[in-house]
T-cell receptor
Framework: SQQGEEDPQALSIQEGENATMNCSYK?????LQWYRQNSGRGLVHLIL?????REKHSGRLRVTLDTSKKSSSLLITASRAADTASYFC??????????FGAGTTVTVRA | DAGVTQSPTHLIKTRGQQVTLRCSPK?????VSWYQQALGQGPQFIFQ???????QRGNFPDRFSGHQYPNYSSELNVNALLLGDSALYLC?????????????FGPGTRLLVL
């Protein structure tokens, strides 16, 4: 079963705009991670946020975590064509295995 | 520094056959996890190996088995293949030890069962 649920399922934006996607989960977690996948290839790790953290930044990425609402958001600022991909949130409930959602497909139009 | 490598990249099998997929972890990692990703879905955890033992297992039947070697590389074996086993199989490594938080994924093996 999948722990995380991403919203929206698909997102289409113009180059230069910001993209925001959300993830909700069901059980308590140790950390939450975001991954990117291009065209059905392997997953690229983007950022990890621990349960005691509320916000984290990495380059053009900003991740927030609200453990009271069991939700997280990923913001990509100033999007580029190369950001076109599927984005997945994955939760680690301190059992060393990741539970993924179904992902958000982001299309950045030139 | 080589990342996670997987072989083969693509594979076509027929129902009832058996398949072995291989994975070499990232340098310095000793824990290997396997995931199955069906088309349009997120990856599903199959199992995890550490110190040559299966440590965690997801909701997959016994037809799915694995092995880890002393050099930390790993194999995923699937017996009696079904059409529904068609998917992208992803290997991820972490470590050292079970406490390594970030899992690094390989490019995957795409399996098609006819």
């Amino acid at each position: 079963s999948q722990q995380g649920e991403e919203d929206p399922q698909a997102l289409s934006i113009q180059e230069g705009e910001n993209a925001t996607m959300n993830c909700s989960y069901k059980t308590s977690i140790n950390n939450l991670q975001w991954y990117r996948q291009n065209s059905g290839r392997g997953l690229v790790h983007l950022i990890l946020i621990r349960s005691n953290e509320r916000e984290k930044h990495s380059g053009r990425l900003r991740v927030t975590l609200d453990t009271s609402k069991k939700s997280s958001s990923l913001l990509i600022t100033a999007s580029r064509a190369a950001d076109t991909a599927s984005y997945f949130c994955a939760t680690d409930s301190n059992d060393y295995k990741l539970s993924f959602g179904a992902g958000t497909t982001v299309t950045v139009r030139a | 520094d080589a990342g996670v490598t997987q072989s083969p990249t693509h594979l076509i099998k027929t129902r009832g056959q058996q398949v072995t997929l291989r994975c070499s972890p990232k340098s310095g990692h000793d824990t290997v996890s396997w995931y199955q990703q069906a088309l349009g879905q997120g990856p599903q955890f199959i199992f995890q190996y550490y110190e040559e033992e299966e440590r965690q297992r997801g909701n997959f039947p016994d037809r799915f088995s694995g092995h880890q070697y002393p050099n930390y590389s790993s194999e995923l074996n699937v017996n009696a293949l079904l059409l529904g086993d068609s998917a992208l199989y992803l290997c991820a490594s972490s470590g050292p030890g079970l406490g390594g938080e970030t899992q690094y994924f390989g490019p995957g093996t795409r399996l098609l069962v006819l």
